[in-house]
DNA sequence: TCGTTAACATTTTTT
DNA sequence: ATGTTAACGA
């Protein structure tokens, strides 16, 4: 009897979801299924007895995909998937390193910094050893230090020819050792401990390779070197690697992302299989033709080509303003002929290259009434005032967390100032101890009465003690609370004027960590003490039970455990996940063990609230929340191209098409540069289902200056027929003027034309952002002007060939 | 220690 | 234009 997961599935999706247990690419393209495939084969082979929850491991790249995918599999199965490693790739390494932090070299309440605590770390590292930071910008610096761990590379490792980079890599050491003493890491590091764990140590590596007999990973095309690394390390050579990705939509080379893996995936890991995913059940015809012409002027492709069924639908709606402000207005206009023709606005796109771009768009959709929401502000937890309230829940955890110790000693203000803290820096370096430390040797005759709140370092050391103390029998958002009150947080806001909101985020943290202890998804996190004796069995279960007798851990376990018996999973031998050697617990997973000896405090059997803790720590940096304004209302989407992968809408409007600005001007240097700009462009065309409007302006404000600009050579790329123009300013080639506009619809016409600037030259018969053509540049705008008469000279932006200056007397310029 | 001013840079971003 | 950070003076 055939499975109902499988109806309902074409030909290939069908022959992807049934491959047989060997690694596979499946190479997906955009609307074409992919994330189903997925999530299907994932249950299908569950269904099927192929293989146990515990024995798979699904890899993502963002939290949201891993959710997406828990959700899918339980709707489809019901299984408890509390317990799968379904996750992202740091998610998963940082479980992975809570289950075997001694191996790892780890103390078990490790945190997890993020970019701005590493750039701020950095910055440290290069203060305290003199490093001048005008010829190395801390930024920079935590961005090689990042680069060269993607790459799996220790300091030892680089190649440092040059003076530069000798002097970055001994930052890295610095930065290195620092970290080790702290106790901290950070994402990049997450993924390469893991990765060096599982190399270093067999029985480890041996334990997950028997364990997960199939491996899956999602958007393949966004891994880098690291990740791609640490696949193969874990799948081994016997185990089944399901890849699923599109080359079309990498986008994020600059952030360490290998296309190249893709090709390369075949023969490193063996690939019997690559399917091509087609058919694109998203948008209509002429949509999906311009993609695939646009695309098709890439070099750089596995090759692929998107048909549908569905009718060709509309026409692609082209429109050149004069200025970003009058496409604003074009824009929203045409959103409330959209509104009023029945469309929800949440299915309503708005996509810009870049984030400077929604400024004019957002003026012009407060003006006119049109409720939308901007993605990618700042997330809940980088906030300043979570970030402050975690730093003290950090140092309760880990009090030698020296960030999170830098970032509150002095606030709210306690008399804390610069030279305190350096001669703490001082006692601390001599000792070769953490801050923490030396603040408890210096600050500290322990004795006083401890009620007497005092200033300075010794106030602050009894504070945190006081804390530590406090949070010892209470749960985790009493904690919180604790740590508000305390610590002086809530006071000080209140007394700051824009002090309410700040006021209402720690209040929402506090729910947050309400929520979050008893979320069942949480086990998207990890559960340190007896997650490696999960894929066991039951007897192994059991002995992890008895064992370690945490409490919490047990709960997690005996749940999961009671699933997979009512869905049959008990002990069925045969099955890589359960003829695991039984020595592999003593040997290896010690936390919590049979010994108890581990010094941490979560090593404490009767510490549910620390793992908690620990745990919610993790979640803030893992995953820092929404990154959107209000959900709820129907409200019109702003985002960048890059923040719409893997989205849809019913129409889209992709902005400011012009050169400069999308391609990006600081791509066209880099290689493969262009190509990368025009994967983004084909994601924005992608993302529609029915409706696409392309837009642009010939000047724009950026900077707080007005740029004159030519439309994107993308635009040039998408064939004519398939483009209707709302604004016929806009020519390629033919020398009839650009300003045949034919009677526009009032709404559509210039609102307020930005005046040119003059030009000196009188009686030139050119302007600034005027039009022209050239016979051998092509078409431009005229961006600047200088001299008169004989010696006047433009200079003109002709967009792919460049900005260049040119000598009216001798330049054939004509006006288009 | 805190508040003001000057300098500065400004693609894309998840974890 | 704008928002953030570094340096400076009360």
Not at 620 to 625: P, V
Request: proline share 4%; net charge negative; hydrophobic share 40%.
């Amino acid at each position: 009897m055939q499975s109902r997961l499988l109806e309902n599935l074409n030909p290939e999706q069908l022959a992807a979801v049934t491959l047989p247990r060997e690694s596979a690419m499946i190479l997906a393209g955009a609307g074409s299924g992919k994330t189903r495939v997925l999530t299907t084969r994932i249950a299908w082979l569950i269904e099927t007895r192929q293989v146990n929850p515990l024995g798979l491991l699904a890899v993502t790249f963002t939290n949201k995909a891993a959710r997406e995918m828990l959700t899918r599999i339980s709707a489809m199965l019901p299984i408890n998937t509390r317990g799968m490693w379904v996750g992202t790739f740091h998610g998963l390494a940082n479980r992975m390193l809570r289950a075997h932090h001694r191996e790892a070299g780890l103390p078990q309440t490790f945190q997890i910094m993020d970019t701005a605590d590493q750039v701020a770390l950095v910055k440290r590292m290069m203060k305290a050893n003199g490093v001048d930071e005008e010829r190395f910008k801390p930024r920079d610096t935590a961005w090689f230090i990042s680069a060269q761990k993607d790459a799996g590379l220790r300091p030892g490792s680089v190649e440092a020819f040059d003076d530069q980079t000798r002097q970055l890599v001994e930052i890295y050491t610095m930065y290195e050792a620092q970290c080790q003493r702290e106790g901290v890491t950070d994402f990049a590091e997450l993924i390469l401990r893991s990765y060096e764990l599982l190399a270093r140590n067999e029985a480890i590596r041996e334990h997950y390779r028997a364990r997960f007999a199939h491996i899956l990973v999602d958007e393949f095309q966004d891994t880098n070197r690291l990740q791609f690394d640490w696949l193969k390390l874990i799948a081994g050579a016997q185990n089944a690697v399901f890849a699923v990705g599109d080359d079309d939509q990498s986008v994020y080379s600059f952030r360490g992302a290998k296309v190249a893996n893709m090709r390369d995936f075949e023969r490193e890991f063996n690939a019997g299989t690559i399917i091509k995913l087609e058919q694109n059940y998203r948008s209509h015809g002429n949509i999906l033709e311009a993609a695939n012409v646009l695309i098709g002027h890439n070099q750089q492709r596995l090759g692929k080509n998107l048909w549908t069924s569905e009718s060709q639908g509309e026409p692609i709606r082209l429109f050149e303003a004069q200025t970003d402000f009058e496409e604003a207005q074009f824009i929203v206009e045409q959103v409330r002929d959209l509104k009023a023709a029945g469309v929800p606005l949440v299915e309503v796109a708005l996509l810009y290259r870049s984030n400077a771009q929604s400024r004019v768009l957002e003026h012009a959709l407060f003006s006119a009434g049109l409720p939308y929401r901007v993605y990618g502000g700042l997330r809940f937890f980088e906030r300043q005032e979570i970030k402050h309230a975690l730093a003290y829940l950090r140092l309760v955890a880990n009090p030698d967390d020296d960030a999170a110790l830098l970032r509150v000693i002095n606030f709210p203000t306690r008399g804390i100032g610069a030279r305190s803290i350096e001669q703490l820096q001082d006692t601390a370096r001599a000792g070769g101890t953490s801050l923490w430390q030396a603040a408890c040797s210096r600050g500290g005759s322990k004795g006083g009465s401890p009620d007497a709140p005092r200033k300075g370092v010794e106030g602050f050391v009894l504070l945190i003690d006081r804390l530590r103390n406090e949070c010892a029998g209470i749960t985790l958002p009493e904690m919180i609370e604790a740590v508000i009150e305390r610590s002086g947080l809530r006071t000080h806001y209140e007394a700051e004027r824009e002090g309410a909101d700040r006021i209402a985020n720690l209040d929402e943290l506090v729910n947050a960590a309400a929520q979050f202890s008893d979320d069942p998804m949480r086990m998207l996190e990890m559960e340190a003490d007896a997650d490696s004796f999960a894929s066991q069995g039951p007897a192994a279960l059991a002995a992890a039970r008895q064992a370690t007798g945490a409490l919490a851990a047990d709960a997690a376990e005996a749940e999961a455990d009671a699933a997979m018996l009512a869905a049959g999973f008990d002990d069925r031998p045969g099955l890589p996940a359960t003829d695991v050697d039984d020595d592999f617990n003593t040997d290896t997973n010690v936390d919590g063990g049979t010994g108890g000896t581990d010094g941490g405090i979560a090593a404490a059997p009767d510490a549910p609230a620390d793992q908690l803790l620990i745990q919610f720590l993790s979640h803030a940096s893992l995953e820092a929340g929404d990154n959107q304004a209000n959900a709820g209302d129907d409200a019109l989407q702003l985002m960048t191209v890059h923040a719409s992968k893997g989205l849809e809408f019913h129409s889209v409007f992709a902005s400011g098409l012009e050169e400069g600005l999308f391609p990006h001007e600081n791509s066209l240097n880099d290689a493969g540069g262009v190509e990368e700009e025009r994967r983004l462009m084909y994601v924005a065309v992608t993302r529609a289902r029915r409706r696409l409007y392309l837009t642009f302006a010939q000047s724009r404000m950026l900077h707080g200056q007005t740029r004159y600009n030519v439309a994107s050579r993308f635009l040039r790329e998408i064939p004519v027929k398939l483009l209707k123009r709302l604004s016929p300013t806009y020519e390629r080639g033919g020398g009839s003027t650009s300003f045949d506009r034919p009677r526009t619809p009032a709404s559509y016409a210039p609102v307020q034309v930005q005046q040119a600037p003059k030009i000196e030259a009188a009686g030139m018969p050119f302007r600034i952002g005027q039009n022209v053509r050239h016979a051998k540049f092509g078409g431009g705008v005229i961006i600047d002007a200088e001299g008169r008469g004989s010696d006047a000279r433009v200079q003109v932006n002709f967009g792919r060939e460049g900005v260049k200056w040119l000598a009216l007397a001798y330049a054939k310029l004509d006006p288009a």
